[in-house]
């Protein structure tokens, strides 16, 4: 049974920074590219990050200089530092697991978390 269990979200001041932590079990996630994504009511869901098998990474143009996504592969575990936060990055943020091609186009895979909140406010 594959379980992705996101931790470490909160109430943050603008400028402040979060690290948010992705553990999976029941997958090797050292074989599988992986991603963050965040959602709103308003604005819907929204690629973050997302980090290669084999360790490249790509960023929305939103977060880009800002976010850093890693991973731990004997923790079987991902993480995106947040730096800088601003309010509009208030959101839901998930994990997925899925792959990249080629091109480095991420496509999602069946496997998310059940996401930990964010809020970004003063």
């Known amino acids: 049974q594959v379980q992705l269990v996101e931790s470490g979200g909160g109430l943050v001041q603008p400028g402040g920074s979060l690290r948010l932590s992705c553990a999976a079990s029941?997958?090797?996630?050292?074989?599988?590219?992986v991603a963050w994504y965040r959602q709103t009511p308003t604005k819907g869901r929204e690629l973050v990050a997302v980090i290669s098998s084999g360790g490249g990474t790509n960023y929305g143009d939103s977060v880009k200089g800002r976010f850093i996504i890693s991973r731990d592969n004997a923790k079987n575990t991902v993480y995106l530092q947040m730096n800088s936060l601003k309010p509009e990055d208030t959101a839901v943020y998930y994990c997925n697991t899925g792959y990249c091609d080629n091109s480095g186009t991420y496509y999602s895979g069946i496997y998310w978390g059940q996401g930990t909140q964010v809020t970004v406010s003063s």
């Open positions: 029941g997958i090797n996630f050292g074989l599988n590219a």
